[in-house]
């Protein structure tokens, strides 16, 4: 399968706990994007990568949330000192061109549910 | 800023009906206009986008969306649906103006076709 892929497909974890996610973007693909949906809503986005450069973060992205692309492949996502209000599914896709043209391809997702 | 609305959350209709599933963007620049959609326990996935050009797009599947600039919708319609178009369908919006990109996504429909 050569779409996007997410890591772990379900996360539980009790509040106060750390947790990471990992994003593997289609392989030529340059752009990276983290979103997170809650149930009901569409997806919010939180971050996008160029390569392993982040243009951009949410207002929604607390201190308690980092996301990283280090060699401008794969990209982690982590959650430090989870809270109740952390549970989502948390959405990766990656896309090859840029500008805002460009067709993003979502993984299937990170469902976090935090106790 | 971005923003973008679905106009309703549910939509409930019978197979072979005709549908249109509404959604209205606001932005400041110039937009390029996207339908995502989620089928029950899957991922998003792209069905059509407007770039520029043809204001009049369309899907495989027989989706076709109508970008007017004038009232600032991208209305997504099906002449026939079938029992295997019900899924959460997503509109969503990105720009291509300085200083930065990001999509904004809607709420969501549910479309719900019933025999």
């Known amino acids: 399968d050569t779409g996007v892929s997410q890591n772990p497909r379900h996360k539980i974890t009790k509040r106060g706990q750390n947790v990471t996610f990992r994003c593997d973007p289609i392989?030529?693909?340059?752009?990276l994007y983290w979103y997170r949906q809650t149930l009901g809503q569409g997806p919010e986005f939180l971050t996008y990568?160029?390569?392993?450069?982040?243009?951009?973060k949410s207002r929604l992205l607390s201190d308690r949330f980092s996301a990283e692309r280090p060699k401008g492949s794969f990209s982690t996502l982590e959650i430090q000192r989870t809270e109740q209000g952390d549970s989502a599914m948390y959405l990766c896709?990656?896309?090859?061109?840029?500008?805002?043209?460009?067709?993003?391809?979502f993984g299937p997702g990170t469902r976090l549910t935090v106790l | 800023a971005q923003s973008v609305t679905q106009l309703d959350s549910q939509v409930p209709v019978f197979e072979e009906a005709p549908v249109e599933l509404r959604c209205n963007y606001s932005s400041s620049v110039s937009v390029y206009l996207f339908w995502y959609v989620q089928y029950p326990n899957q991922g998003l996935q792209l069905l059509l986008k407007?770039?520029?050009?043809?204001?009049l797009v369309e899907s495989i599947n027989g989706f076709e969306a109508e970008f007017n600039k004038s009232q600032t919708s991208f209305h997504l319609r099906k002449p026939s649906v079938h029992i295997s178009d019900t899924a959460e369908y997503f509109c969503a919006v990105s720009d291509h103006g300085a200083g930065g990109f990001k999509t904004i996504f809607g709420a969501g429909t549910r479309l719900f076709v019933k025999a």
């Open positions: 392989s030529e693909h340059n752009r």
């Open positions: 407007y770039l520029s050009g043809s204001t």
């Open positions: 896709a990656s896309s090859l061109e840029g500008g805002g043209r460009d067709t993003q391809y």
């Open positions: 990568f160029q390569n392993e450069a982040q243009l951009e």
